[in-house]
């Protein structure tokens, strides 16, 4: 099979889908594997290594994108639609739940899109949990930072000194993302409270934390009471597959003080603030009633050569499998993929996303 590895043209994203050692194990199964120079620059991986490895060298994004099996980082954005056609299988994160315009033109082209953060095993996401352990490190990293006043936020350094008193951390959901996000806060030395739904979850962090995480039944009421006193908010909520729940109403943001932070990590599936919108590692932040909302869509890629590591371990398995036993056997032995196909063959075949676009839904007809 041909493969093909395009580079990333999302703004500022560094990240690359396949490191030169997965180029390799492709080469070594038996297939082509072409490479967009300068692909994987970003994440410090020099053309030189994935020619080393095997691949195929091509100058333009249509080269790359004539493959078989496209494999990338980010969803394709307009200026990628031409790209898409029937006999081709895309594999990527796609989140487009909150994508209406990507949406109907993997329809309009019948390419088969499988998406890494809805593939699902039990009740895991293997493909999304190493960018959600990512994002969750970021949030309270990039949150601690526009808390200074130098960066228009309020003052407060999270871990406090002696004397003075920690700042205050609340994160909206106890997931990968949550979790990730929770332990970098509590390593900093802040307050921290964890809202989540689920009690055995809430018993896990207790447990796992070592007491350095409140948790608090997350509804609407517990929310506002905390809103008054919380510094840096991070916004870590997940429904696989659909549009993230909007948490956090306007009027609601309102109880936050002056130069308080939002880190909305949920922005890649709409966002939980009916406040945010996507940003870019360019222009990151922006103010609404007082609060600074950072709400940049593909977090991870600021730190893009591990966050390359960490997904190629995860998704070159299941790319392998794709192309080693062919699109449609691999969809019939792996069910954890077969959750994976968003678009097959010009029908919507994720219900979540279905539901969120108000379009028809299909099961995939393999």
């Not at 390799?24 to 199964?29: D, L």
């Not at 949150?143 to 994160?171: D, E, F, H, I, T």
């Not at 997904?311 to 449609?328: D, F, I, W």
């Amino acid at each position: 099979m041909r493969i093909g590895i395009p580079k990333e043209v999302k703004v500022k994203e560094s990240r690359v889908s396949c490191t030169p050692g997965g180029v390799y194990e492709f080469v070594r199964a038996g297939h082509q594997v072409l490479v967009q120079r300068g692909a994987g620059v970003g994440s410090g991986f020099a053309d030189k290594l994935y020619e080393e490895a095997g691949a195929t060298l091509v100058e333009s994004a249509a080269e790359a994108w004539s493959a078989e099996l496209v494999i990338k980082v980010k969803e394709p954005i307009a200026c990628e639609f031409g790209f898409l056609r029937p006999d081709l299988t895309l594999f990527t994160y796609l989140h487009l739940a909150a994508a209406p315009e990507l949406t109907h033109a993997l329809l309009k082209s019948g390419t088969t899109g499988i998406a890494y953060e809805t593939v699902e095993i039990g009740r895991r996401l293997p493909l999304l949990e190493p960018m959600s352990e990512i994002a969750g490190r970021m949030a309270a990293i990039v949150g601690a930072y526009y808390l200074s006043r130098a960066q228009g936020g309020k003052g407060v350094l999270l871990g406090g000194v002696p004397g003075v008193l920690p700042g205050n951390v609340l994160v909206l959901g106890g997931g990968t993302a949550g979790v990730n996000a929770g332990r970098m806060a509590a390593g900093l030395g802040s307050n921290l409270t964890i809202l989540e739904v689920d009690l055995e979850k809430m018993r896990f962090l207790d447990i796992s934390m070592n007491h350095s995480a409140r948790t608090l039944f997350s509804n609407e009421q517990n929310l506002v009471d905390m809103l008054p006193s919380v510094d840096l908010l991070i916004g870590a909520v997940l429904v696989p597959g659909a549009k993230a729940p909007k948490l956090l109403r306007r009027d609601m943001l309102k109880a936050m003080k002056p130069g308080s932070v939002l880190v909305d990590i949920a922005i890649d599936q709409g966002g939980c603030a009916e406040t945010s919108h996507p940003t870019t590692h360019d222009d990151p932040v922006y103010e609404e009633e007082g609060v600074i909302h950072y709400c940049v869509a593909n977090m991870p890629g600021a730190y893009a050569r591990t966050a390359t590591q960490a997904l190629s371990n995860a998704t070159l398995p299941y790319a392998l499998k794709l192309a080693n036993m062919g699109v449609e056997e691999a969809l019939r032995r792996l069910p954890e993929l077969r959750k994976g196909v968003n678009t097959w063959r010009g029908h919507l075949t994720c219900q979540p996303v279905a539901e969120a676009l108000s379009l028809p839904f299909s099961e995939v007809g393999v």
